[in-house]
């Protein structure tokens, strides 16, 4: 079992910055995939970045990419996304979650955080 939890959500102004960051404890390991999405009230989750384990591999969705940066520290057990010139539509809950395998559809990850919330003003 993996417990994660989502910490630096916020209010931030269009154009602005914000970095997340998702704690793991319990049966953590290196080897799980990291992912984090995004879901916005009335609709599903959607893939924002993962990383592989050792960190080594990275990949976005399309609408950050070139924006937002995934990164994890193993001797922290932490990931942490890293956003820059945020948006309006880049307003949602963020979520962390765990996978086995390299996957960017949510029903493959095995764990998730609570979620965090992101608001871009205009």
């Known amino acids: 079992q993996v417990q994660l939890v989502e910490s630096g959500g916020g209010l931030v102004q269009a154009g602005g910055s914000l970095r997340l960051s998702c704690a793991a404890s319990?049966?953590?390991?290196?080897?799980?995939?990291m992912g984090w999405f995004r879901q916005v009230p009335g609709k599903g989750r959607e893939f924002v970045a993962q990383?592989?384990?050792?960190?080594?591999?990275?990949n976005y969705g399309g609408s950050v990419k070139g924006r937002f940066t995934i990164s994890r520290d193993n001797a922290r057990n932490t990931v942490y996304l890293q956003m820059a010139s945020l948006k309006p539509e880049d307003t949602a809950v963020y979520y962390c979650?765990?996978?086995?395998?390299?996957?960017?559809?949510?029903?493959?990850?095995?764990?998730w955080g609570q979620g965090t919330q992101v608001t871009v003003s205009s």
């Open positions: 990383i592989t384990g050792n960190g080594e591999s990275t």
């Open positions: 979650a765990a996978s086995s395998s390299w996957a960017i559809r949510p029903e493959r990850y095995e764990y």
């Open positions: 319990g049966r953590t390991s290196n080897s799980y995939l």
